[in-house]
């Protein structure tokens, strides 16, 4: 299974955790890290995929799988993980 981590920085204000000045890679290891020990995680976030916006809402269990949903183009997609097969259905 493959998990896809993004972040951006924010205006560095006073409520700042640093993520502004690491490097791409540094998130993305940081990320891994701090998943690796966590018993869930709630990922949601939206990005661009060229010039489509994706929504992403997905909760993360480890040891018992994922949930969650995505939407691309008006188009939403309700995914499950079951052990190392993926589910998706058109919501």
Do not use: W
Not at 16 to 30: C, L, Q, R
Not at 43 to 62: F, Y
């Amino acid at each position: 299974m493959t998990l896809a981590v993004a972040a951006c920085g924010g205006s560095g204000g006073p409520s700042t955790n640093g993520v502004e000045n690491k490097s791409a890679e540094e998130i993305v290891i940081a990320a891994a890290n701090a998943s690796g020990s966590a018993r869930s995680v709630h990922v949601t976030g939206d990005v661009a995929h060229g010039g489509s916006p994706i929504t992403l809402d997905l909760n993360l269990v480890n040891g018992q799988g994922e949930e969650g949903s995505m939407t691309e183009n008006g188009l939403s997609f309700q995914l499950v993980t079951v052990g190392n097969e993926v589910y998706m259905g058109c919501r």
